[in-house]
């Protein structure tokens, strides 16, 4: 059980265009999903919460308007990089939680490439 | 500033050695769990601490958990090739209802 996947594994895009990370909690019913950054080599850094049916918590340093985050259901966020440039380019980690913040379940990642 | 901070960043070995890796605050957290992760993947949970001085063993993996919650250790006996990977501990910070990752620890064994 506790199954998180994302979709799509991997991505390539234009710069200036926009794109779409769906993260999904397949057998349980996600209040909570946190959205992650991580650059190659490095550690997992903490872009934003998500409770379902309110808007995200954003971590300092984080464009809002540029990263958007939308958890229209238990089972469903997505992440939109709008406007998507070279230094966007980045491996994006969701997880999904149903309680205790430390009961995350992480999905495999979506790898994104701004050319 | 980072809060958790790990060492070694990078440790490489032969198989049948055995390590340490160390996780190091200033802050206090509420529970401090251990993942690892492979290229491409995401973090794999291997455990959760939540006591101060608490130990947990999984095979050839041992956690301890400081007395003070600001720190923590994870032990690897007999090291094999298949312990390979990046381990990043995470604590909680239940005041800001998220959890913080570490520097990180890349481990190589090698046959």
């Known amino acids: 059980g506790a199954v998180v996947s994302q979709h799509p594994s991997w991505v390539i895009c234009k710069s200036g265009t926009s794109v779409k990370i769906e993260c999904r909690s397949l057998?349980?019913?996600?209040?909570?999903m946190f959205w992650y950054r991580q650059f190659p080599k490095q550690s997992l850094m903490l872009m934003a919460t998500?409770?379902?049916?309110?808007?995200?918590?954003?971590e300092q340093g984080v464009e809002k308007d540029k990263f958007l985050i939308n958890h229209a259901s238990l089972t469903l966020s997505t992440l939109t990089v709008t406007s998507a440039h070279p230094e966007d380019s980045s491996f994006y980690i969701c997880?999904?939680?149903?309680?205790?913040?430390?009961?995350?379940?992480f999905g495999p990642g979506t790898r994104l490439t701004v050319t | 500033t980072q809060l958790l901070e790990q060492s070694p960043q990078f440790l490489s070995i032969q198989e049948g050695e055995n390590l340490t890796v160390y996780c190091n605050s200033s802050?206090?957290?509420?529970?401090l769990q251990w993942y690892r992760q492979e290229p491409g993947e995401g973090p794999v949970l291997l455990v959760t601490?939540?006591?101060?001085?608490e130990v947990k063993k999984l095979k050839r993996l041992t956690f301890q958990f400081g007395d003070a919650r600001k720190d923590s250790s994870l032990h690897i006996t007999a090291a094999q090739p298949g312990d390979t990977g990046l381990y990043l501990c995470?604590?909680?910070?239940?005041?800001?209802?998220?959890?913080?990752f570490g520097t990180g620890t890349r481990l190589l064994v090698s046959p």
């Open positions: 997880s999904a939680s149903a309680g205790a913040i430390y009961e995350q379940y």
């Open positions: 057998d349980f019913q996600a209040t909570t």
């Open positions: 998500s409770n379902e049916g309110s808007k995200a918590t954003y």
């Open positions: 802050s206090v957290f509420s529970s």
């Open positions: 601490v939540v006591t101060g001085g």
């Open positions: 995470a604590g909680e910070l239940t005041r800001f209802q998220k959890l913080v």
